[in-house]
């Protein structure tokens, strides 16, 4: 083991807060809620956590004397031996490196900045200025380190380029100046100089003619957004090294601005406006001098996970492994040279689960599976040390059944926030049987929560969840968390009590679960996670001629394939709608097709301004990503392009008017394209005029649709198209030879398009050999009931009939479809695998259900809520959790997303 530093004495003024609080802690804590002496032995079957004894880890882990232990640092270091020392104490076994407590994680990109940092005009009037975010001025990573004194120069963006006429240089002397420049470059200048013309390159060409060191210009406005139409000043970037030794590089605000140019009379905001509108250089030498100081530190560095095991004590059970753990890490020292100690985030979790195993080791228990206790480094600088734990694991991944994080326990209310509640549901169902009906009041589901360790362990589907006390950060002052990443997260804002509740949390859920006989390693837990966090996507459905119809699809309701409840239960993250426009029969229905349409349209739209909290209207693929997890987004899209009645300005003002997608035909051809349903082409694929419409849904951002399409129409599209095109709802013609399915050409093509397939519910479509069988059984049971025979027919019939008839025929065909092969989720997902098989991966097919456009659909897929059936199809078939990403609308996230690039801007 490596050896252990002694544990520093607690400074002073942290003995004073932390005695305050205890104060206060013993006066207002109900005596029933805090430990009586010799509770231990007492309850021996429920441990009792002590938030006094939690408080006093936080207040030594958060005094000065840790600087604010930032991973890479001797501080953090220390803090992570005393951390190690105490779950030694406690009858841990270390879980680290070659036997001991730690596994050191390396940071490779590692850097901080030291003190003094200082900015200060020295002439004609001193004025001195303050570092930090949001402040007067910051360091600029990879600058120089030293002090330097100069005259300031301004000397407009920086660049020397002749060949593109401009010169910021010209006539200006630099030597032992600082010079003062703008972001960004010159909007004259050509592509090879723009590529040329980096920040490293300004910074080098200063420190060349002679400059001391570069301040760039901060002209960002804090807390209010670039207006529209305002040129787009990126601020420049080094990296640890680009700089010159002794080279100071700053980037200061306006106060700083406007104090230089004042002091000598003279106006920043001229040059600048000068420069920005006539497009050539404005240089000046401002006038006045200034010192700065700054001291840059980068390399390679290592910073130690704390890992202590609990070994369980059952032969079968010991093998499986709860981990618990929370980020010891801080932020250290801040560019404005204060200390941020870290208190509530995160050295609680520290505390929580060192008392945690004292309770439990107090109170006599023996868990039968092991349990492993984790103190994470890097957790500030992107969850580094967590990840690194989950690439080298204590206990194999696929033994670990849970992991249990906490960040930011020890102050706001005694609300219990967790994260993955939701997205573990099953699992975590096992964990409230541990709780008392108290703490299960008092737990607050907490969403698509990704900002803290257990997402390390998200991203390899492993079980996770994360605890915090009170309410979600909001940075206002009745924020529960009030000094969230600021110098004043200190023990003294720390309550106790609440540190109790997190300890007494964990001390129930591990008496549960470490012992529990129940199956903690059901894959059915990792699969329905993948499905809910992915982005679950239906290209295709008929649902709002429901809405439209007067069905309330706010409910749960008996018939139908879709409402609100089910794509709950679905996981399902973007519902496209389509407005259907049925073939005309005729010149007068044809003039009445877009009114029609847009009657649907306006029915989306009622459904989503009436159901604000669960559904959300997407316009962009921006939309669709906000929404993720939170609500199901709504894309309008047209089915059958007859619904533009051959005017591209119906199809703009559909545009306008939110739709995204449209189906250029249906079952029979439009006036302009040809479909899969007639007896043969009638144009021979697209007209003039249906190439236009192609062109006009490139340019507009409107994704294309080939579904229904006739053969020489697809590919004709695919031709002409600039952008992926799409089959929102079809399948595979080599498993079942419907003219409405793909070949594999034809499928082939599509991927070499970047476009996808949608694969349908629909039986008759997945296995062509019932659509027969059932189009006979319609025709029969249609002229029983003295209705034409076809299906166009009996959809103008008069209700009270059509429904008489509907009734009749679905019992009689649910009757014989027990004599036909069955088609079920499996069907569904060899349509998938044959897609992936042909196209060669897994980035060309998704699910376009067309649920609500049939009365029949697969076993174990009767609705959108069991989507999930899909998911657990393809995790049994050994697909990867990326591909099923992919499959479960990644791709269609793709596809929507380099539709929107290519459009006209």
């Known amino acids: 083991m490596k050896p252990l530093t002694r544990r520093p004495s607690v400074p002073q003024f942290a003995l004073v807060v932390s005695l305050a609080a205890l104060a206060s802690y013993l006066l207002l804590t109900p005596a029933a809620a805090r430990p009586a002496a010799g509770a231990a032995k007492k309850a021996a079957l429920r441990p009792t956590a002590d938030g006094a004894k939690a408080y006093a880890h936080v207040a030594f882990l958060a005094s000065n004397e840790f600087r604010g232990r930032k991973s890479g640092t001797p501080e953090y270091r220390r803090a992570a031996e005393y951390v190690a020392a105490e779950m030694q104490k406690a009858g841990l076994k270390p879980g680290g490196e070659d036997g001991t407590w730690f596994q050191e994680v390396p940071f490779k990109s590692w850097s901080d900045f030291g003190q003094p940092l200082r900015l200060e005009i020295v002439g004609p009037q001193h004025r001195v200025y303050f570092a930090g975010r949001g402040r007067d001025f910051t360091p600029v990573v990879g600058t120089g380190s030293g002090a330097v004194r100069g005259g300031l120069v301004f000397a407009g963006y920086g660049v020397a380029a002749e060949k593109d006429g401009w010169d910021d240089y010209a006539g200006l002397d630099v030597k032992n100046k600082i010079v003062l420049l703008l972001p960004d470059l010159p909007a004259s200048l050509g592509s090879e100089a723009k590529a040329a013309w980096t920040f ?109 095991i609990w070994p369980g004590s059952d032969p079968k059970l010991k093998t499986e492994a709860i981990v618990v753990g929370g980020h010891l890490d801080h932020l250290g020292v801040g560019l404005d040279g204060w200390i941020y100690p ?281 939309d669709a990503n906000a929404v993720k997890n939170e609500k199901t987004g709504a894309l309008i899209a047209i089915e059958g392009g007859y619904a533009i009645e051959n005017d591209l300005v119906l199809l703009r003002e559909f545009y306008r008017a939110g739709v995204r997608l449209m189906t250029l035909t249906h079952w029979t051809a439009t006036d302009w394209a040809d479909a899969s349903g007639d007896p043969g082409p009638v144009h021979g694929g697209l007209t003039e005029f249906g190439e236009k419409v192609v062109a006009e849904m490139n340019r507009l951002g409107m994704i294309i649709d080939v579904s229904h399409a006739g053969d020489e129409t697809f590919w004709d599209v695919l031709k002409l198209s600039k952008a992926p095109v799409v089959a929102s709802h079809s399948a595979c013609r080599a498993l079942s030879p419907h003219h409405r399915n793909l070949s594999d050409e034809m499928l082939k093509a599509l991927a070499e398009k970047n476009g996808l397939i949608g694969i349908t519910v629909l039986p008759s479509f997945l296995n062509s050999a019932l659509e027969g069988k059932q189009s006979e059984l319609f025709a029969r049971v249609a002229a029983e009931h003295g209705l034409p025979t076809d299906y166009d027919g009996v959809g103008k019939a008069e209700p009270a009939k059509r429904d008489a008839f509907y009734a009749d025929f679905e019992k009689r065909w649910a009757a014989l479809k027990k004599t036909l092969p069955v088609v079920d989720v499996k069907t569904v997902v060899d349509h998938i695998d044959h897609v992936v098989k042909v196209t060669g991966d897994c980035d060309h097919v998704g699910l376009g259900s067309d649920y609500d456009g049939t009365s029949d659909t697969p076993v174990g897929l009767e609705n959108i809520g069991l989507i999930p059936n899909i998911t657990k199809e393809l995790v049994r078939r050994g697909y990867k959790p990326e591909d099923i990403r992919k499959i479960l609308g990644g791709n269609f996230l793709r596809v929507f997303g380099a539709v929107d690039q290519a459009k006209e801007k």
């Open 200 to 308: 490293e390159n300004k910074v080098k060409t200063a420190a060349g003619k002679g400059a001391v060191g570069l301040i760039e210009m901060d002209l960002s406005t804090p807390g209010e957004p670039r207006q529209p139409g305002a040129p787009r000043l990126r601020p420049g970037f080094l990296r640890a090294g680009q700089a010159p030794e002794g080279f100071v590089v700053l980037r200061a605000g306006r106060d700083f601005l406007n104090d230089a140019f004042y002091a000598a009379g003279k106006s920043w905001r001229d040059l600048v406006s000068k420069t920005l509108r006539l497009n050539k250089p404005f240089t000046a030498d401002v006038g006045v001098e200034v010192e700065m100081e700054a001291h840059f530190v980068s390399g390679e560095r290592t910073s130690p996970n704390v890992v202590g």
């Open 342 to 622: 870290g208190a509530d985030d995160n050295a609680g979790s520290a505390a929580v689960i060192l008392e945690t195993v004292r309770a439990l080791r107090a109170a006599g228990f023996k868990p039968a599976r092991t349990i492993v206790f984790g103190s994470w480094a890097g957790e500030e600088m992107g969850l580094q040390g967590s990840r690194w734990y989950t690439e080298h694991p204590a206990v194999p991944l696929d033994k670990t059944v849970l992991y249990m994080n906490m960040d930011m326990v020890g102050t706001g209310d005694s609300d219990l926030l967790v994260g993955g509640m939701t997205e573990f549901a099953e699992l975590y169902e096992i964990v409230k049987k541990g709780l008392d009906p108290v703490t299960i009041a008092k737990l607050k589901p907490r969403p698509n929560y990704r900002g803290s360790d257990h997402t390390s362990f998200w991203g390899k589907n492993v079980p996770a969840i994360s605890l915090r006390t009170g309410e979600v950060l909001t940075e206002k002052l009745d924020d529960e968390h009030p000094e969230y990443h600021m110098p004043g997260d200190g023990p003294g804002i720390i309550d106790p009590e609440r540190l109790r509740q997190a300890g007494q949390y964990h001390c129930d859920v591990l008496m549960h679960l470490a012992t529990t006989r129940e199956n903690l390693l059901d894959p059915l837990f990792r699969t329905l996670f993948l499905h809910r966090d992915a982005m679950v996507v239906d290209m295709h459905c008929d649902t709002i001629g429901r809405a439209l119809a007067g069905e309330d699809l706010t409910k749960d309701l008996p018939k139908g394939h879709i409402d609100i409840p089910k794509l709950k239960r679905g996981g399902v993250d973007l519902q496209v709608f389509a407005c259907f426009a049925p073939p005309p029969a005729n010149d007068l229905e044809k003039a009445k097709s877009a009114n029609g349409v847009f009657a649907q349209i306006e029915a989306v739209h009622t459904l989503v301004d009436k159901n604000p909290n669960d559904l959300a209207l997407v316009l962009t693929p921006a």
